[in-house]
């Protein structure tokens, strides 16, 4: 098939292949462009969300059997032992109330979805008639069978609820550093004063409260999330409607995280990309509207501290009275084990126990927005991607509770909007910025905010939207969301370019996305000049070379490794090496405007030079940023012929085209992007890397990570003629 693929795109033929699947209703067609990117035409709904699940199965079989593993608590059938501490945490948080409800919440017709796309991935399966596909083979299992309900699963939300992580933190903080110092170097955006809640002892509160939870959240992502969006209306377009730009920013993987689809039946018509676990797109466009999103940063957990009884850990103290811990235990297979093993998974009236200290007889138990029908992440997207006009988006907004979102729009008439999203707690009295204790009975959720309560724009007079995880809390906005926000220096930059006040085409959308000038970079070079050291020396070179340089962190820069090096080691020179491992960029740069420290500044330079010459050696010439600022695609078997990398990249955590990552390697960013032009919606672009498929086998497994590297884009061809004319494979579904 790989031969007969290449075959037909040197010589402009197409590939063709027939499936029967039974399940169908009436045949379906296929057409794979020379991208990757699967084209679905069918006569039913029921056969399209099929076909979906067929070829995601095709293309990503072991991703989402490893993901559904994960999501539903059975990765112990695999892993063995070590996984069924995570096993037993996503069996906790899987919803347990009323499901009828909890179908509804997405659209009205989800369950029929999700039944037709789980039986489209089982017919791959049993079509396989027992031979593994290579993934498998190497990790000794078979794919397992799904069911609708394991679309519901809550594990992959955990993973965009950060503020319990933070709640653990700053109690550490608190412990270390105390309230003052806290506030004023490691404060709440917005500011808000920070006190222990009344009944609180912070001591114990430390990482191992969340070993097992940090377990579960493993294996969907590490490090910090991100994402870029704007949208500009007709008077900033060379063709005088909308452009609408999205760059998701997560975990940056192989397989890709998200899979593009274009989806086309009754009542659908979507091109965009969604997880490969869950039916239709989760952002993209249909006939009418284009939307994409980036997260809030609602605050949507809390970290409640139980107090156990002493002789009994099975009673737990709520408002003066010992109330039992809610108990339910289920057998689960082991790898390596002949007998089931029994997993006992425990409550509070609060919800799941994460972790008992026994000796200081409490128990630390998750409220969160995942425990409400309808919060199964981007589910809510089958309503969003149907919506014709404004009023039905922000209808369909209502129904988007899990993970918290700024999503923007656009539509064909020429209006574009803002919209945030996210099911919103409501905390009378206190922030939700520290664990709080549960006895008392004083720290309740009242319920949540409406969705007309939470902040928006309809062609607003600046003609554009930008968000970037910032402060997106409009002046005068009282209600709180949360306060945990990332920093600014995205948005300044998007902003920057936004106002220049020019038509804007797809093409300059795209050197945007890719843009890498650093904002902090520019304000550094400010505080070198006021600090003016002296020159001559290794030291003084640098200083040269960095006050010479145009902010861009290019692979090929010298100044810019310097640079990168140098806000390595300025932290902990500044403010000591505790509390300089804790302070964010925008807090560094503010107190060195605000007062030079030429000592610090001077220490922290020879540091990072030192740390340099040790890796690229003393010739500065030779230096680049992409020496060192790589990524590498791992495969989660580890099987070197699947990996892919290194590859030399640009940018930072901190610019538009967003790589962050530890020890300056990038593991996070945007595997995949969108520019929409509504003008036309074939002259739309798109990128994902570093392939469609999943498949090590399959040509497009990594066909895209070069291009995906230099920053170039391909097609998102929409219309059938466009389709066909990219098309390199045609598959007919047959019942």
């Known amino acids: 098939m790989r031969f007969l693929l290449a075959a037909a795109v040197a010589g402009g033929l ?18 794979r462009d020379r991208w990757g990117v699967p084209h679905i035409y069918a006569r039913t709904v029921d056969d399209l969300f099929l076909a979906q699940g067929w070829i995601a199965a095709r293309d990503r079989l072991f991703q989402i059997d490893l993901w559904r593993r994960a999501g539903t608590g059975k990765l112990a059938e ?17 919803y347990r109330g009323n499901i009828e409800a909890e179908w509804q919440s997405y659209a009205p017709d989800t369950r029929r979805i999700a039944t037709a796309f789980t039986a489209g991935i089982n017919a791959y399966i ?57 506030q004023k170097f490691l404060p709440p955006d917005p500011a808000i004063a920070l006190e222990v809640p009344k009944g609180l002892d912070l001591a114990g509160i430390g990482p191992e409260v969340l070993r097992t939870y940090n377990q579960t959240v493993a294996a969907a992502t590490f490090g910090a999330d991100g994402s870029n969006n704007w949208v500009v209306d007709g008077t900033l377009t060379a063709t005088g409607k909308p452009i609408l730009a999205n760059d998701p920013h997560r975990p940056v993987l192989i397989p890709s995280l998200r899979k593009t689809v274009h989806l086309v039946g009754p009542g659908w018509n979507v091109v965009g990309a969604g997880e490969p676990a869950l039916p239709g797109i989760a952002l993209g466009h249909n006939e009418r509207i284009a939307f994409g999103f980036t997260t809030v940063g609602i605050d949507q957990a809390d970290l409640y501290v139980e107090q156990l009884a002493s002789a009994d850990p099975n009673r737990y103290l709520y408002c003066g009275e010992w109330k039992t811990v809610e108990i339910e235990r289920q057998p689960i297979r082991v790898k390596g084990r002949a007998e089931p093993h029994t997993l006992e998974l425990r409550y509070t009236l609060h919800g799941p126990i994460i972790h008992e200290d026994r000796a200081r007889n409490r128990a630390y138990a998750l409220r969160w927005v995942g425990a409400e029908p309808g919060a199964a992440g981007y589910l809510a997207a089958l309503s969003l991607a149907r919506a014709r006009n404004w009023k039905e988006f922000t209808q369909a907004v209502g129904r988007y509770k899990l993970p918290s979102e700024n999503l923007v729009y656009a539509d064909v008439d020429g209006n574009i909007g803002w919209h945030a999203s996210g099911l919103t707690p409501i905390r009378k009295n206190w922030p939700g910025l520290l664990p709080v204790p549960g006895h008392s009975g004083d720290y309740e959720w009242s319920g949540f905010r409406p969705t007309r309560e939470l902040p928006s724009l309809y062609n607003p007079p600046e003609h554009f939207i ?17 306060y945990e926000f990332a920093q600014r220096f995205r948005y300044e930059r998007i902003r920057e370019m936004l106002a220049g006040g020019r038509k804007f085409t797809v093409a300059d959308f795209e050197r945007m996305q890719q843009d890498a000038v650093s904002i902090p970079a520019r304000r550094l070079q400010a505080i070198v000049r006021q600090w003016n050291p002296k020159p001559g020396g290794r030291a003084g070179r640098a200083v040269e070379r960095l006050l010479d340089w145009d902010c861009a962190l290019n692979p090929g820069s010298v100044p810019a490794l310097i640079f990168e090096a140098w806000m390595s080691r300025l932290p902990l020179s500044v403010f000591g090496p505790r509390l300089g491992r804790r302070t964010d960029w925008t807090m560094l740069l503010r107190t060195l405007e605000s007062s030079p420290n030429p000592k610090a500044l001077g220490a922290s330079l020879e540091e990072a030079l030192d740390l340099i010459e040790r890796q690229l050696g003393g010739d500065m010439n030779q230096w680049r940023w992409g020496r060192i600022h790589q990524i590498f695609f791992r495969h989660p078997l580890g099987f070197s012929e699947f990996n892919r990398g290194p590859v030399p990249r640009p940018g930072d955590a901190h610019t538009v085209n967003s790589t962050s990552g530890s020890n300056f390697r990038q593991t996070n960013g945007a595997s995949y992007r969108q520019i929409f032009d509504l003008a036309d919606w074939d002259r739309s672009v798109m990128t994902n890397v570093p392939g469609e498929s999943g498949d090590p086998s399959s040509p497009h497994y990594s066909d895209l990570l070069a291009d995906w590297a230099a920053g170039k884009y391909h097609p998102m061809p929409f219309s059938r003629k466009a389709v066909e004319a990219a098309t390199v494979e045609r598959i007919v579904l047959r019942p």
Not at 18 to 30: C, H, R, T
Request: proline residues 11%; charged residues 15%; positive net charge.
């Open 126 to 182: 049993r079509g396989l008639k027992g031979v593994r596909p290579r993934e498998f083979q190497v990790a000794g299992y078979d794919p397992g069978t799904w069911t609708p309900d394991d679309c519901l699963a809550r594990q992959a939300g955990l993973v965009m609820v950060r503020n319990l992580a933070h709640e653990v933190q700053r109690s550490q903080d608190v412990l270390a550093f105390g309230l003052p110092t806290v």
């Open 78 to 94: 695999v892993l063995g032992p070590p996984a069924i501490p995570r096993d037993t945490l996503a069996r906790q948080v899987r």
């Open 466 to 482: 930008a968000t970037a995880n910032h402060n997106i809390l409009p002046p005068g906005y009282a209600i709180p969301l949360g």
């Open 14 to 31: 197409v590939a063709q292949t027939s499936f029967q699947v039974p399940g169908l209703q009436q045949p379906v067609e296929i057409l």
